[in-house]
């Protein structure tokens, strides 16, 4: 690029920002912002909680399906405002209810009229605690940068000698400078000094409490606000450096508050996590977080008029002051010792956080993190019951579906591995994951004939109910109906439970180690599902490190981590047999659904004695009883035909009333069914996929001499379609094949 054309670049430009700073109204007069307050009041005069809460509604929710229950999820916890990577790699996944927690409690924040207790999120270590304070940090910034959410602050403008014309403004010559708006537009050129406010007052706290109350009632009134005002911006006060400055210029000026408010300029200001601006995060370290200092006599200072130099002025400071309009988080708060932390008490309770010569407001939501071990400490101390009143606890489990774990895992820890990430690698740490925080029901607290299939759910079953909502396929219909209608009553139980389900378990700080370890295997060339499952043989020997190792096994294999890595790998054989059958071409998948479908349509014609419409001829015939008795053996039901015809209609009758309007989804309904359909397909061509198994070893060995142009093209083809359909590579398919070989198919004739 020539010289002439990156000038004319870097002029166009200059150009955009100079444009977009006019039209984000960067800096105004007094008089300007007036202005753009009365189009808006209510959007103008927010507190914190009011901004943040707005801020939740700005970016919208939407409903998300659980196996127990519809919940309600605010998109902000997505940061749609961040490129996809970004975005998947920082979201909050999952914790819907979390969510709606956090909203209510802003909700009552601004129905009282501030932020008056500091909500603390309580959990296990590694239960994203600290993600979802970044998520709502993340979106104040964005949402800061928006026109619903702009906010604006003053400071005070001084011009010099050639401004005024011999005169610097305090000789109490009311309405000598009439020609402008102020002095808030000067060029620096004109300007002696320009005193910050760090305390980020509102522009309305220069008007008197009494006639900003009356004003703001019209303004409202006139706006048809569903809300009142703040109780923030109605009876705040100016900080003591700003009210100073007030004071001394309305003594200047004989009382005349249109001359005072000539000095003042309103500047638009953008929250920022890395500038501490609105957005602070404070770690437990030992530290008070306000205090004040003297403002030191700098060359801004000393071309102050006289009046305001002979003040001894000071600056706040500290965190609470930069968290000002928006959120201080402090993390792991319960890990300070009880009087580093005292003070939030009085501050959330009064709203302000008291100094050695003033007291300032204190505008932000206070947002805190401990974890469980902490929380019960702070439980037994003496001062805990004074300081619940002030507390908002809202409870952070580790999540319990492990589809949304392995997405943590996935969008966090696989972009890491810098290599080949196998199938069902991630998906077998999810898995052991929450297989760890499952906890045994408590029978007694269901009615029956459910009390029954509760107490003999299994670990694994309750994991995969969570995850799938459906009940497991051993059940009868009728068990299995009343399981997944209580699925939210089991997820729910140990809500109560001092030691609640999802407070104890592997961390997904432990299972990243874990990944990161397994994927430098030296035995495989990619992270491997073997290799993860190496890696959790050697975690569960460290029981000494965990307290989730070192939990008494319960009935139906709770806490018995050695059975979950034995049937883990046993359901990772099970996926890697039915890939390798697929990707066989021996059957294609559409036969065996579409021969389950042909069946449920005579199946439904048969119950209701109908007769079914041949599709070739357009006759309408009996319903098909040789095919259907077929079906039927292969699902292991020659005996019993009858009630399971009636107990599949039954299940079709149960999603009609639940999806009102909508086909009969039968992948969704018959799962099971077409489940034992499809291994029933395949148990006569096992020998064959065996054979074909053994042929991609050989393949991958590079040792062909044994197969002829046919075999060896039937296992190219195979190993294609794995990539293709899976996502295999070739050391992921190598590592499957022999796997399966070895513990699947070393019986099976050659």
Known sequence: MGSGKILDELSAIAERVQREFEEERRLLSFSEYLELFAGDPVRHSRDAARYIRDMFEHYGRVEVERPWGTENRFRLFDLPFLSEEDAQRDALVAHERIQLELFRILSNFVREGRPNRVVLLHGPNGSAKSTAAACIMQALEHYSAQEDGALYRFHWVFPNQTKLKGSIGFTGRRGAHKDDDGYAHLADSQIDARLFMEVRDHPLFLLPQQERGAL???????????????????????????????????????????????????????????????????????????????????????????????????????????????????????????????????????????????????????LASGNEVHLSAFREHPEFESFRGRFELVKMPYLRNHNDERQIYDAQIAPQIRKHVAPHATEIAAQFAVLTRMRRPDPDRYEKPLRDVVSEITAIEKMDLYATGMPPARLEDDAAKSLRASIAQLYNEAEAYPIYEGSIGASPREMRTLLLDAAQNPHYQCLSPFAVLEALDRL??????????????????????????????????????????????LVEERQYTELFDRYINHVSNWVKSEKVRNPLTGQYEEADERMMQEVEALLGAVDESESLRHSLMNRV??????????????????????????????????????????????????????????????????????????????????????????????????
Request: proline share 3%.
């Open 540 to 585: 569960c020997e460290r029981s000494s490190e965990y307290t989730w190792l070192q939990e008494d096994k319960a009935p139906g294999g709770y806490h018995d981590h050695k059975q979950f890595r034995l049937q883990l790998r046993e359901r990772l054989l099970d996926k890697l047999e039915e890939e390798f059958r697929a990707a066989s071409g």
């Open 653 to 750: 009758a149960a999603w009609a009333i639940d999806h009102p309007g909508e086909p009969v989804d039968n992948g969704h309904v018959f799962r099971a069914q077409i489940k034992r359909l499809k291994e029933a397909f395949f148990a006569e061509r096992r020998v064959a996929v065996a054979k074909l198994t053994r042929d991609m070893v050989s393949v991958f060995r590079e040792d062909v001499a044994g197969l002829d142009e046919a075999r060896k093209a039937a296992a190219e083809a195979s190993i294609a379609e794995l990539k293709r359909a899976f996502h295999y590579e070739d050391s992921s398919a190598a590592d499957a094949a022999v796997a399966l070989t070895r513990e699947r198919f070393a019986d099976l004739p050659s």
């Open 216 to 366: 703001l009632e019209r303004m409202y009134a006139s706006a048809d606000a569903s809300e009142p005002p703040p109780g923030w911006i109605l009876r705040g006060n100016l900080s003591l450096k700003s009210r100073q400055v007030f004071e001394a210029l309305l003594t200047s000026y004989e009382g005349s508050l249109e001359e005072v408010l000539r000095h003042v300029q309103v500047e638009r200001y953008f929250i920022s996590r890395r500038y501490r601006v609105g957005a602070v995060t404070l770690g437990p370290q030992l530290s008070v977080d306000a205090g004040e200092r003297q403002v030191t006599a700098d060359r801004s200072l000393s071309a102050l008029p006289s009046s305001l130099q002979a003040i001894t002025m000071f600056e706040a400071f500290g965190e609470l002051v930069d968290a000002a309009g928006g959120m201080i988080e402090f993390s792991d708060l319960l890990k300070r010792p009880l009087d580093a932390f005292k003070y939030l008490q009085i501050t959330a309770e009064t709203g302000e956080v008291s100094l050695r010569s003033q007291s300032v407001q204190v505008n932000c939501v206070m």
